[in-house]
């Protein structure tokens, strides 16, 4: 079979994850500001709707996120790009994704051959994808200082025999 030389392909990555974080034990109030936008007030409500179903320790809600599969080596031609909003939580020790509960929609695509059961797999496809990357991040963060973070819990846990508070 032919061998062609080729130029190396110009996308970098076939999946690109973007996203922003807030560490659900991060949130001090719940109350929306009385001038805020529609947009932000919804926002703070899926926040605190996130808050009451997982929590806030070890809870981590990913917002302003985008996840793109680029399925050719042209940019034209075979990328589909998802949106997503929602929580991630992770194990006790705060350094491994252990699942996500991610609201997802298909946000652009320029796939002729795409089909509604291919966009449901790409969707659950995500959920596995983020959890990645959230792996990534944690890894790229400082992991001394949350080890330091979960010891001083558990020692004022201790302390106060096994209570510490809400909202830590």
Avoid at 26 to 54: F, M, N, W
Avoid at 148 to 161: F, G, L, P, Q, V
């Amino acid at each position: 079979m032919p061998r062609f030389a080729q130029d190396p392909p110009t996308v970098s990555s076939s999946v690109e994850i973007s996203f922003d974080c807030l560490p659900l034990r991060s949130v001090g109030r719940l109350e929306v500001p009385l001038d805020a936008s529609p947009k932000y007030r919804q926002r703070c409500e899926r926040i605190t709707a996130a808050l009451e179903k997982h929590g806030s320790h070890n809870s981590y809600y990913l917002y302003n996120a985008l996840c793109s599969y680029r399925l050719t080596n042209d940019d034209a031609v075979g990328m589909i790009q998802l949106g997503f909003e929602g929580t991630v939580l992770t194990d006790a020790d705060d350094r491994r994704a252990e699942r996500c509960d991610l609201q997802i929609e298909l946000k652009n695509e320029t796939c002729d051959w795409l089909t509604e059961p291919v966009v449901q797999w790409f969707r659950e496809t995500v959920q596995q994808a983020v959890a990645v990357e959230f792996n990534r991040y944690i890894a790229a963060g400082d992991l001394a200082k949350t080890a330091e973070r979960i010891e001083k819990i558990r020692a004022e846990s201790d302390d106060a025999a096994g209570f510490v508070g809400m909202y830590l």
